[in-house]
């Protein structure tokens, strides 16, 4: 249990102790995110007071109308009843063929344009894929820090990774970091999120390119977790067919898979439909492995028709309808996605302050030489104080978020912040909380 060094706090200090002691969380620096949920909801409900929960990445907005319609239209039409094709209802397909021209500037064939549920089940399947390749790569590197549950289900399926957190290898010396790594010959992927959950770094085409050229020149492929889509707000990514698009690694190689999730740019998250593009050329690759374990030597024939049936037998049919109905409405130019989201940039802009003017600093602060985008996550830290200590002690002062420490990076002594579920009305008790936490521990 972690000392403070007021008792008089925010939130009551008996309360909150004793709802950690009764969690069973034995170190609040390890909790996963859904034991944090738990534990700030059980606070919330016997103090009565509401916490600035910044734990989890929870959409704070309403999802699009015209997704929602599609949904009510496509059940009422009785959808519901058949079972959904695996890989994707025909128009789903076509939209986020267009949506990737439009916003990546990347050209697809429809086939190579995948439903999932949410882009968790792209990573599983794709982690499922890609180590059946080859029997001596049989590795998955993160490129670090990443959502902890990409590793979570290697765990579930038995499988390796190797990671390192990417603070100190920015820009050129990505390079030799990289091929530190694969040239011992078992890594099988290379997968990022970018923008980064958890600390909103986003890679430059510079390191796009490095990563995209090892890729081609070690045989392996790249999962590119594009969770916040076109949310680097730094630039202005909305206008379909326009520069600029969406940076990605698919510019620099052939090998490579798109995880585009619709839960954060749509607000999509409670109907668990994501997209993953593949490239037309991994798509037809042909594998003797293949061949062997599954009957047919081609890979995006054994994704759909062994893997994603295996999985889910596709994805939920209305869903899908919903899904096609919002991209068609972005590709043909009527909803600009990027505005509803933009919100998220402007409060972390407004509570990065709120945290450095209090004695906070930020972890993840630049890429290579620009400083980094206010965006849907950010990190922090207090001084020399450890995370383990910090993200307990913020408990008492209505404050939540997660350990650094579970996400890969190698700063233990970080918070990631979420700044979804803040609300503007929330700044002032922001405020008045960090306040009184820099008074107690300044010194
Ligand atoms: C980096 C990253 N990848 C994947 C996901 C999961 O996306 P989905 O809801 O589409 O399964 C998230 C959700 O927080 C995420 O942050």
């Known amino acids: 249990m972690t000392l403070l060094k007021n008792q008089n706090t925010p939130i009551d200090y008996t309360i909150v102790k004793n709802k950690i ?63 959904p094709m695996i890989d994707g209802v025909a128009h789903l397909k076509d939209e986020i063929a267009r949506f990737v021209k439009n916003f990546l500037n990347i050209a697809v064939n429809r086939r190579s344009c995948i439903p999932t549920v949410g882009s968790m089940q792209g990573g599983f399947a794709a982690f499922l894929m890609l180590n059946k390749l080859n029997p001596i790569k049989d590795t998955v590197l ?10 979570q289900q290697l765990d579930v399926l038995n499988q390796k990774y190797a990671t390192f957190d990417v603070y100190n290898y920015r820009g050129d010396a990505l390079k030799e970091k990289l091929e530190s790594y694969v040239s011992k010959g078992n890594i099988s992927s290379i997968i990022y999120s970018n923008p980064n959950n958890p600390s909103w770094i986003c890679f430059t085409d510079k390191e796009l390119k490095i ?40 510019h620099y190689t052939d090998n490579w898979i798109l995880l585009i999730s619709s839960s954060k740019v749509f607000s999509y998250a409670g109907q668990r439909v994501g997209m993953m593009v593949l490239s037309d050329a991994l798509f037809t690759k042909e594998y003797a492995t293949l061949n062997k374990s599954f009957g047919h030597p081609q890979f995006g024939h054994n994704l759909i028709y062994k893997v994603l049936y295996a999985l889910s037998s596709g994805v939920t049919h209305s869903a899908q309808y919903g899904l096609a109905a919002m991209l068609k409405a972005v590709n043909d130019g009527k909803f600009d996605f990027i505005s509803e989201v933009k919100i998220y940039g402007e409060r972390a802009g407004v509570m990065k302050k ?46 939540s978020g997660i350990s650094l ?39």
């Open 211 to 250: 990563i995209g050229e090892i890729a081609t020149k070690y045989g392996i492929v790249v999962i590119e977790d594009l969770a916040y889509f076109a949310m680097d707000f730094r630039k202005d990514y909305s206008k379909p067919g326009q520069a600029p698009y969406q940076p990605s690694v698919a």
């Open 142 to 151: 993160f490129i670090d820090p990443g959502f902890p549950v990409q590793k």
């Open 405 to 443: 420490g579970i996400t890969g990076s190698e700063h233990s002594e970080g918070i990631r912040a979420c700044v979804s579920q803040t609300k503007s009305t929330q700044f002032k008790d922001l405020e008045i909380r960090l306040k009184q936490f820099h008074k107690d521990y300044f010194n």
């Open 354 to 399: 709120l945290f450095t003017g209090n004695g906070f600093s930020i972890v993840y602060d630049k890429d290579e030489d620009k400083p980094l985008a206010d965006g849907f996550y950010f990190t922090f830290s207090y001084k020399n104080m450890s995370g383990d200590d910090l993200l307990e002690r913020l408990l008492y002062y209505g404050i």
């Open 21 to 83: 002691a009764a969690s069973g969380i034995k170190n609040i620096g390890s909790a996963s995110i859904r034991e944090l949920v738990s534990l700030v909801n059980d606070i919330e409900k016997e103090s009565g007071k509401k916490f600035i929960r910044m734990e989890m990445g929870v959409p704070g907005l309403m999802p699009p109308e015209v997704g929602t319609q599609a949904e009510i239209n496509a059940l009422k039409m009785g959808v519901a009843s058949k079972y």
